[in-house]
C-alpha cells in the first residue's frame, strides 16, 4: 500500500476521480463482496450487529476487512418490518463515495433517512423537498423558495448569531463553570441557542412568544426522534433494555398519533408568523399549505436538527486539540477582529479558523450518512484498481467518516489537525463531503446538496470567533449520543486582561 499524501503538498494533490486520466485504462468489472444472509434474518442479524452486538464503527470496518474492499453488499437498519427492502452497496472510500452526488447515474427519491421512509403523517401528507429527487419538477420550486428565504435573511446571519450565543450559551456557561464553579452540559445549551436561533432567523418571532410557549424544544425534539428512532440506539449496555429497544425503535414505525397535536401546535405557530414568506411561495406557484410543511421541515429538522448535532461535534474536536490550538486561534482572532470587527470579509480571512472548522466536519459530519438508488447500470471505481457493476434500481449507501478519514488521501488521517486545510491544504475540501456534495462545490436548484452550506460554515466560524474573543482557553469530556457527541464544560478561562 502506498504511503497517504500529505496535506500540504500540491504535488501530491491528485484527483482521485475515475475520470482523472483518459490515458489509464479502465479496470475489469468484479463481483461486489459481502452477502445479504437469508430473508428476514439476514437483516435482522445484520441489524443487531450495528446497533448492539459491534456497533456502527467496527460493523463497517470488520466487513472491510473481512472482504478486503471499501465497497461490499450489507443489509442497513432497520430491517423488517418497517424497511421494505434493507439491501445495500456500502461505500467507504473516497474514490466510490461521490458517486452518491452524481445525479446522471442515481436518484435521490425518498432516501433520506435510508432504507425507511417515515409515514407522510409527519409532514402533513407531503413529501418535503428533501424527500424529491430534482427530476421532480416540484423540487426546484421548492428549493427556490428556500434560497430566496435566505437571501432575504442574510444580513440578520451574524448580529443575531451573535446575540442568540451570548444569551442562549456564553452567559448560562460563565454562570455554572466561572460563577458556580461547576460544569455545564454544552449540548442542552447548545439546544436552546438552536432552537431559539432557527425560529428567530427564518420567523422573526421568538418561539417562547408563539402558541408554542416554553414547550417548543421539547415538541420538536419529540417529532425528530418519531421519524429517526429507527436508525439510532440509546447505546445502553443492559441486555434487556437492548431487546425493549429493538423491539420498540426497530421493528415497527412509531405511530403519527402521540405527537399529533405537538406538530400541530408547530405548525400552527410557524403559519401565524410565515405570513409573507408563504405570499411568496404562492407567487412562486406552490401551494400554501405545503409551503409551511415544507418550512417546518427545513428550518426544524434540517436546520434545528442539523445545529443540533453540529456544534457539540465542532466544540467536541476544539476542546480536546488543547490550549495551543486555543492560543493560536486566540492570536488569529482577535488580531483580525481588533482591526476589521467581525463581518463575512474579516471571518473570510481567519484562514486557521476556516480549517479548523472544516477538519471537525471532516472528523464528525453532523449527518454520516448518504444514501441514492442506481437509475441506471453503472460501474463503481475504488481503491486499488478495483471495478464494481452496480445493477439499476440497487440502493447505495455511503458511511461519511470512513470516507472523509480515507487515508490514501489525508495523512494522519484519524488525527485532528487544525491546520489540515490552511494554503495548499484547500485542495483537498473537495474530499469533504458533509453538505451532500463536495465542500468545493455550491448548492444549486439542480442538487440535492444542502441550500444553507455556506451558512453553517459561517455559523461555526462565527461560533470559534465570538467564544475565542470572550474566553482564552477550555476543556470538555466527551462521550456519545444516538445523533452525535455529548460534551461536558470543565473550565473556562475568560480572556485575560492583555487581550
Known amino acids: 500500500m502506498s504511503s497517504p499524501p500529505s496535506s500540504n503538498d500540491p504535488k501530491n494533490d491528485v484527483d482521485l476521480s475515475s475520470s482523472s486520466s483518459s490515458s489509464i485504462p479502465k479496470p475489469q468489472t468484479q463481483k461486489i463482496p459481502g452477502e445479504y444472509g437469508r430473508p428476514f434474518f439476514g437483516p435482522i442479524k445484520d441489524r443487531l450487529d450495528y446497533f448492539y452486538f459491534q456497533g456502527r464503527e467496527e460493523f463497517f470496518r470488520s466487513r472491510m476487512l473481512k472482504y478486503q474492499s471499501s465497497v461490499f453488499r450489507a443489509n442497513m437498519p432497520p430491517g423488517p418490518f418497517i424497511s421494505p427492502n434493507s439491501k445495500v452497496i456500502i461505500l467507504l472510500d473516497a474514490i466510490s463515495f461521490p458517486v452518491l452526488f452524481d445525479l446522471s447515474k442515481v436518484d435521490k427519491k425518498d432516501v433520506l433517512d435510508g432504507t425507511y421512509l417515515p409515514s407522510l403523517s409527519f409532514?402533513?401528507?407531503?413529501?418535503?423537498?428533501?424527500?424529491?429527487?430534482?427530476?421532480?419538477?416540484?423540487?426546484?420550486?421548492?428549493?427556490?423558495?428556500?434560497?430566496?428565504?435566505?437571501?432575504?435573511?442574510?444580513?440578520?446571519?451574524?448580529?443575531?448569531?451573535?446575540?442568540?450565543?451570548?444569551?442562549?450559551?456564553?452567559?448560562?456557561?460563565?454562570?455554572?463553570?466561572?460563577?458556580?464553579?461547576?460544569?455545564?452540559?454544552?449540548?442542552?445549551?447548545?439546544?436552546?441557542?438552536?432552537?431559539?436561533?432557527?425560529?428567530?432567523?427564518?420567523?422573526?418571532?421568538?418561539?417562547?412568544?408563539?402558541?408554542?410557549?416554553?414547550?417548543?424544544?421539547?415538541?420538536?425534539?419529540?417529532?425528530?426522534?418519531?421519524?429517526?428512532?429507527?436508525?439510532?440506539?440509546?447505546?445502553?449496555?443492559?441486555?434487556?433494555?437492548?431487546?425493549?429497544?429493538?423491539?420498540?425503535?426497530?421493528?415497527?414505525?412509531?405511530?403519527?398519533?402521540?405527537?399529533?397535536?405537538?406538530?400541530?401546535?408547530?405548525?400552527?405557530?410557524?403559519?401565524?408568523?410565515?405570513?409573507?414568506?408563504?405570499?411568496e411561495a404562492e407567487r412562486m406557484g406552490i401551494d400554501k399549505d405545503e409551503a409551511c410543511h415544507n418550512l417546518v421541515f427545513m428550518a426544524i429538522f434540517n436546520a434545528y436538527g442539523g445545529m443540533k448535532a453540529w456544534f457539540p461535534s465542532l466544540i467536541k474536536w476544539v476542546g480536546l486539540a488543547g490550549p495551543e490550538l486555543h492560543q493560536q486561534l486566540v492570536n488569529e482572532i482577535r488580531a483580525i477582529v481588533k482591526a476589521e470587527g467581525v463581518t463575512p470579509l474579516s471571518l473570510e480571512k481567519m484562514t486557521l479558523t476556516k480549517s479548523t472548522v472544516y477538519e471537525a466536519l471532516r472528523m464528525e459530519p453532523a449527518i454520516p450518512y448518504q444514501y441514492a438508488r442506481a437509475k441506471r447500470d453503472f460501474v463503481i471505481e475504488s481503491h486499488e484498481n478495483a471495478a464494481f457493476e452496480v445493477k439499476e434500481g440497487e440502493m447505495l449507501f455511503g458511511y461519511q467518516p470512513f470516507a472523509t478519514k480515507d487515508p490514501k488521501v489525508f495523512e494522519r488521517a484519524e488525527e485532528f489537525l487544525a491546520t489540515r486545510f490552511v494554503g495548499d491544504g484547500e485542495k483537498l475540501l473537495k474530499y469533504v463531503y458533509w453538505s451532500n456534495g463536495r465542500e468545493s462545490e455550491n448548492p444549486t436548484v439542480e442538487n440535492k446538496q444542502c441550500p444553507a452550506k455556506d451558512l453553517v460554515v459561517l455559523l461555526s466560524r462565527l461560533m470559534l470567533t465570538e467564544f475565542f474573543l470572550r474566553y482564552d482557553t477550555f476543556t470538555v469530556e466527551v462521550g456519545s449520543l444516538p445523533l452525535g457527541s455529548s460534551v461536558t464544560v470543565t473550565s473556562l478561562t475568560k480572556a485575560s486582561s492583555n487581550h
Open 123 to 279: 409532514t402533513g401528507g407531503y413529501r418535503p423537498c428533501a424527500y424529491l429527487d430534482p427530476s421532480e419538477p416540484h423540487h426546484s420550486k421548492l428549493k427556490c423558495f428556500f434560497f430566496s428565504i435566505l437571501s432575504s435573511r442574510h444580513h440578520t446571519f451574524i448580529p443575531l448569531f451573535q446575540s442568540t450565543l451570548a444569551s442562549h450559551l456564553f452567559d448560562p456557561l460563565e454562570l455554572h463553570v466561572i460563577s458556580n464553579k461547576d460544569t455545564a452540559n454544552f449540548n442542552n445549551l447548545s439546544d436552546n441557542l438552536c432552537f431559539d436561533f432557527a425560529f428567530r432567523l427564518f420567523f422573526n418571532k421568538n418561539p417562547a412568544e408563539t402558541i408554542l410557549g416554553s414547550n417548543g424544544l421539547k415538541i420538536v425534539t419529540k417529532w425528530l426522534l418519531f421519524q429517526v428512532a429507527p436508525v439510532l440506539s440509546l447505546g445502553s449496555s443492559n441486555k434487556l433494555l437492548n431487546f425493549f429497544e429493538d423491539l420498540i425503535f426497530h421493528t415497527f414505525p412509531l405511530p403519527w398519533f402521540p405527537i399529533k397535536s405537538g406538530y400541530n401546535k408547530l405548525y400552527k405557530a410557524i403559519h401565524a408568523s410565515s405570513s409573507s414568506i408563504l405570499d
